[in-house]
């Protein structure tokens, strides 16, 4: 039998935190609903699940049948803009596994949203309205800064030559390996080999906790290689339509120009299911509806995946989800 605290049946944060978590749900429904933007809710279980290489879904079985809890609503979403729905959001719950830690636990809130016929930099744009509007209702000092000044805007190569004094569109991948030790003064036997998990490295390490120190900072034109279900850019293509913000060193949330080809779609899967077999990782079977959805015709669109919880912490000045979740996974 598991051993237990005599008070783990306790909430990990305070009743004001729950409040406040109340209080930040009916500003992102407000926010959206005045937007024009539909609610809608979906599945979190699926025989489906979007492949990334570094996103392990928790696999579930019924009858059998392998089941996936959503790692984001991502496919289910974009199935209803292909189904006429029109400019949607979400509140809702995602799952991956192995994400536990000060900033990370398997089960967390995600705030989705897709614009039809809208562009990535008016994607930002909301992006940067929806923070200053929650801002609004969480008066104190480090809010009050987030709405005193505009955010800024930095590109990932402009971050890399910054903060690591390098061309991270231009440098190979052994470059990079070797800009690695360098860093960390380590071997390039403790380096991996593959590119993309060379540059997370980097930028986890070296460039994100340079970001959004001294005012909300939005990261975009990710390498082409980084963009995960983002579109490449018709001028540039070493970049893909892709942005994330960052709040005092900390990752808010993750915006694209959505992909909307399904053959590219399909390649990307395949080219995601490679990296993880290397990596000793299971295969994944894809999103074959989301494919189908595709060729029926996904409207151009952008969208943003937004933490939630991750929102809070930055509202509340709190340190740790633990902080702003009611019962992390070691409570749960």
Known sequence: MTSHSSDDWRPSCSAETMRSRA?????????????G???VDTPLLSRDV?????LDPIEV???????????????????LLASGCGSIFQITRS???????RLHNPEFTLVEWYGTQTRWTEQLALTEDLVRCAAEHFPGAFTDSLLSTPFVGTTYQQAFQKYLHIDVLAATTEQLRRRCTASAGSTLNDIPQERDEVLNLLLAKHVEPHLGITRP?????????????????????RVAHRFELYIGGLEICNGYQELTDPGELLEREQVQNRRRQQRGLEVLPGAGRLVKAMEHGLPECSGVALGFDRLL????GADSLDDVLPFPLDRA
Do not use: N, W
Request: aromatic share 12%.
């Open 313 to 316: 912490m930055v509202l509340c």
């Open 23 to 35: 209080v930040l749900r009916r500003v992102i429904r407000d926010f959206f609903e005045q937007h």
């Open 61 to 79: 079985r019924s009858d059998d049948t392998p089941l996936f809890l959503q790692t984001s609503p991502e496919a289910f979403m974009k199935r």
């Open 95 to 101: 799952f991956r596994a192995g994400e536990e830690g």
């Open 217 to 237: 900072e939005f990261l975009f034109d990710y390498a082409a290689s980084q963009a995960a279900l983002a579109q490449l850019s018709g001028d540039d293509p």
């Open 50 to 54: 979007i492949v990334d290489a570094h």
């Open 37 to 39: 933007f539909l609610e």
